[in-house]
C-alpha cells in the first residue's frame, strides 16, 4: 500500500502567519491527492482535491500543490479558525491511504 | 444540503457482531459511490471499505477483509456496515462519507459518525 508521510507532526504558528505543510507518497500518485482538516470533535472537511483544486466554499488562503510524490498544503494568513489537524489521502491505488496528520497549533 | 447521518454504534463484546446505518439525503445517493472511514480514540484516519453506486465491485481494507460488509439500499437512501468478529482494534468513530470526483474516491462529506467500542 501507498504510505504517505506528514511533516512535521506539529506546527506551531502564530495568527496572520504562513504555514506550509508536507506530505510525501512512498510512490507516485499522479495528483491524486486530497487534502482535509479536522477540528476537534468534528468530522474531517475536504480542502483541496486533486492535488490544487479548492473545495468549494474554502477560503483563498488554502492552496495546495505538487505531484508525483511531494505535495504540499500552504494556508496563506492562519485565521484563529485554522487550527486544526490536517490530513492528505491519496486516491491512486487501493487501499485508499491517509497520511498521519499535522497539528497546527497556536505559537 | 447533504446529511449524512450515522446510527448504530454501541458498546458491544470481543468477537460479537453490530450493524451501522447510514442515512442520507440532499443528494441523489444512488449516484455515488460510498465510504466508511474510521478514527480509534486520539489516533489518525483509516479508510475502511467503498461501495460503488451499482454495487459492482466493493473494496475493503485488509484489517477488516472478510469480517466486515459493506452494504446499501438506494430505495432507502441508507449505506450499512455490517461488522462481525469484531476485534478491541476496531473501537472507533466510523464516518460515513460520500465519495465525489469522477472515480467516487475523493471524500467530498462526511458524517458526523457513530462510536464502536468493542470490550474485552
Known amino acids: 500500500e501507498i504510505v504517505l508521510t506528514q511533516s512535521p507532526a506539529t506546527l506551531s504558528v502564530s495568527p496572520g502567519e504562513r504555514a506550509i505543510l508536507s506530505c510525501r507518497a512512498s510512490?507516485?500518485?499522479?495528483?491524486?491527492l486530497a487534502w482535509y482538516q479536522q477540528k476537534p470533535g468534528q468530522a474531517p472537511r475536504l480542502l483541496i482535491h486533486?492535488?490544487?483544486n479548492r473545495a468549494p466554499g474554502i477560503p483563498a488562503r488554502f492552496s495546495g500543490s505538487g505531484s508525483g510524490t511531494d505535495f504540499t498544503l500552504t494556508i496563506s494568513s492562519l485565521e484563529p479558525e485554522d487550527f486544526a489537524v490536517y490530513y492528505c489521502q491519496q486516491r491512486s491505488n487501493w487501499p485508499l491511504t491517509f497520511g498521519g496528520g499535522t497539528k497546527v497549533e497556536i505559537k | 444540503q447533504v446529511q449524512l447521518v450515522e446510527s448504530g454504534g454501541g458498546v458491544v463484546q470481543r468477537g460479537g457482531s453490530l450493524r451501522l446505518s447510514c442515512a442520507a439525503s440532499?443528494?441523489?445517493?444512488?449516484?455515488?459511490?460510498m465510504h466508511w472511514v474510521r478514527q480509534a480514540p486520539g489516533k489518525g484516519l483509516e479508510w475502511v471499505t467503498f461501495?460503488?453506486?451499482?454495487?459492482?465491485?466493493?473494496k475493503y481494507a485488509d484489517s477488516v477483509k472478510g469480517r466486515f460488509t459493506i452494504s446499501r439500499d438506494n430505495s432507502k437512501s441508507t449505506l450499512y456496515l455490517q461488522m462481525n468478529s469484531l476485534r478491541a482494534e476496531d473501537t472507533a468513530l466510523y464516518f460515513c462519507v460520500r465519495g465525489g470526483g469522477f472515480d467516487f474516491l475523493t471524500l467530498d462529506n462526511w458524517g458526523q459518525g457513530t462510536l464502536v467500542t468493542v470490550s474485552s
Open positions: 510512490q507516485r500518485v499522479s495528483t491524486y
Open positions: 440532499g443528494f441523489t445517493f444512488s449516484g455515488y459511490g
Open positions: 486533486d492535488a490544487s
Open positions: 461501495i460503488p453506486y451499482d454495487e459492482s465491485d466493493t
